[in-house]
């Protein structure tokens, strides 16, 4: 007959297990496998084996059942008490029990004591962190690169904590933030899965909002030409917050590519800029005709010519003189965008009386913030000193006064300029 135990303790265990079955999902043949697996743990290190031991769990019900199973062998000849039991023992049990038979007793998990029970608990809470650990990464593994949302439980100064609909933990960094992005506890926030870590078996989902798939997603959303396959998304450039450009081809000639996606005055788009905190968004027409790609990549500037040197993937670019800022674009932005779209880098010259005798062009300071800190180039361009040639033509003796700069400051950043044109 099989022993139920009424004591709060163990009770209080299968109500956990059956708690963990209903939080968690874990299907029941997962459960009952992991309970079992716990009990002949602990009965392994109690016994010396689990080899001879029946685990049979409810955790339906909420009961479990122990039977530990040995030979009947001649008085005077038990060689392993665990899996042995003399004549006379046995016939305690049952009077008609015969050499060479099974013994099945129940067992009182509860006689082995407080440490045991512990230990079992221990062991299962182990177990069930493993468990509960597979089942996320599992969850997310095959996501990477699709759009979630969750809701901000927590908001630390290098990251924000996040929870899905079933209150797993979802991390968005704050180098995977848009600059503008502001977020408060409770609040919905949608971003794309960038990537699933698993060290040491603690997975860790990590979200993104500056991706170029997060972008791509977004319109996959809003616009149907997309989500149906007459369109597609052929590259996407971001610099999160600011702008953007997406290059989009169609599969049917009587869809135009970029209306489709930026829709009536910019009905599909409006929503996504929102979302990006008003980044502005460019979408054009791809071509494999690299020249041309390149040429549309630096709308709205008119491109002269361009000399491509395919293997080592640069680009020289000619241009008007007029045209050379649009180019270029605001801090920059308008040609490292078309350089991240391309595949290229992309040198712009100016045409000079008719002829590609080009000169290098400029660069605005703020593409150097890799490099020199924001501070140190807000404070030069305070002497209203925007780009690199304009400090290098610049008195040193200037730069170090004017802007309230150290000399070995000022002495790194005219390094750091010089090398642009070597």
Known sequence: MAVRKKDDEQ?????????????KNIDR????????ESFRNVLAKIYGSDENIDVIVNPDKGDFEIY?????????????????????????????????????EPVDFAKFGRRAILTLRQTLASKILELEHDALFNKYKDRVGQIISAEVYQVWKREVLLVDDENNELILPKSEQIPADQYRKGETVRAVI????????NPKIILSRTSGKFLEHLL????????????AIKAVARIPGERAKVAVESFDDRVDPVGACVGVRGSRVHGIVRELCNENIDVINWTANTKLFIQRA?????VSSIDLNEEDKKAEVFLDPS??????????QNIKLASMLTGYTIDVYRVVDGKQEAEVDDVYLDQFNDEIDQWIIDAIKGL??????????????MLVEKADLEEETVDHVIEVLKKEFE
């Open 29 to 36: 043949t997962t459960l009952v496998s992991v309970l079992e």
């Open 323 to 332: 045209e050379v800022s649009l180019a270029i674009g605001r801090g920059g």
């Open 220 to 231: 996959e959303q809003e616009v149907p030409e997309i989500a149906d396959g007459l369109i």
């Open 298 to 302: 630096l709308n709205p500037a008119k």
């Open 68 to 104: 530990r199973n040995r030979v009947v062998v001649e008085n005077g000849e038990v060689e392993d008490d665990n899996k042995q039991i003399c004549l006379s023992d046995a016939q305690k049990i049952e009077p008609d029990y015969e050499v060479g038979e099974e013994v099945s």
């Open 384 to 397: 209203g000193l925007t780009t690199a040639k304009a400090v290098l033509n610049a008195p040193r003796v």
């Open 194 to 201: 960038e990537r699933v870590d698993n060290e040491n078996n």
């Open 11 to 23: 009770l209080s265990m299968i109500d956990s297990f059956r708690e963990f079955k209903d939080t």
